[in-house]
């Protein structure tokens, strides 16, 4: 089992910068593929970014280039860091983890979620 707890959603103006943390409890962090989906109203959940074990990432489209995602195995925490946050960012987002050998960009290869910490970016 992994519980995972995700903090840092908040209200901010476009153009600025957030940063979502997300700290795993239960098995073993650092062999597993961290990820970050969100979900706006309305909207299907939709994949933003992952990295895995060894420290390899990748990005949705929609945020390729102004998000980061990074892990510290030692803390057990992934991290989302958001610049220049568009409206359009305006979602729950959720973190999630997977025992995988390779990157999940879809949903259903996750076994693990947090519960969601919600972004608002107004305009």
């Known amino acids: 089992q992994v519980q995972l707890v995700e903090s840092g959603g908040a209200s901010v103006q476009a153009g600025g910068s957030l940063r979502l943390s997300c700290a795993a409890s239960?098995?073993?962090?650092?062999?597993?593929?961290m990820a970050w989906f969100r979900q706006a109203p309305g909207k299907e959940r939709e994949f933003v970014a992952a990295?895995?074990?060894?420290?390899?990432?990748y990005y949705g489209s929609a945020v390729k280039g102004r998000f980061t995602i990074s892990r510290d195995n030692a803390g057990n925490t992934a991290y989302l860091q958001m610049t220049s946050l568009e409206p359009e960012d305006t979602a729950v987002y959720y973190c999630?983890?997977?025992?995988?050998?390779?990157?999940?960009?879809?949903?259903?290869?996750?076994?693990?979620w947090g519960q969601g910490t919600q972004v608002f970016i107004s305009s």
């Open positions: 999630a983890a997977a025992f995988k050998t390779f990157i999940p960009t879809t949903r259903g290869r996750y076994d693990y």
């Open positions: 990295v895995d074990w060894n420290g390899a990432t």
């Open positions: 239960g098995r073993t962090f650092s062999s597993a593929v």
